[in-house]
């Protein structure tokens, strides 16, 4: 999973050269040789990837933390996955539980199709957290007290996680309900 972070880092920084490369060339400055020019910058992009710690790379990348939790839970079921701080190494320290509601703050009942703001990490119902936003798609403040961060529609992404979370609950809860109405109680 670290390579195809690493890979597509280095492809975003590619694109980013040729694109500068481009416009530089459409501005009519002259380069002397274009294939140096994109050398250098690749390798000033290495050099400066080579000080950053593994910790920075990797565990705010929301692809690399879904793919942690999707790991774990394949092997702890129904336990909720330990917060952990990667410290340049692949071994995890445990810090803390990481405990996930399964209800919407704003509905206060299980989510239904949830999404996630990329700003503040807060998760809400598609449905509860679309009604917030005017007609004209202004930003809003997040619901949640105490969060600053100012979202619009554009920064909500789906949380399938989440999403899968909640039905294996709702399956649980159901199975759970059925396995107590199975129960007769027999008096004399």
Known sequence: MRKCINLEAKLHHQEETLKQLNSQILDGQQIKSMVSYYNEHQHDYEERQSQVSESTKYKRHDAYREFKQRVWDVHHNDEEMPLSEDENSDEDIIVGRAKQSLTCPLT??????????????????????????????????????????????DDLVQNHLLAKKVELAKRQETQRSKANTNYHVVTD
């Open 108 to 153: 206060t009942v299980y989510f239904e199709n949830p999404v996630m703001s990329k700003l503040c990490k807060h998760n809400f119902s598609y449905h509860a957290i679309i009604q917030l936003f005017p007609r004209n798609n202004q930003a809003i403040e997040c619901p949640i007290p105490g969060c600053d961060k100012h979202m619009s529609k």
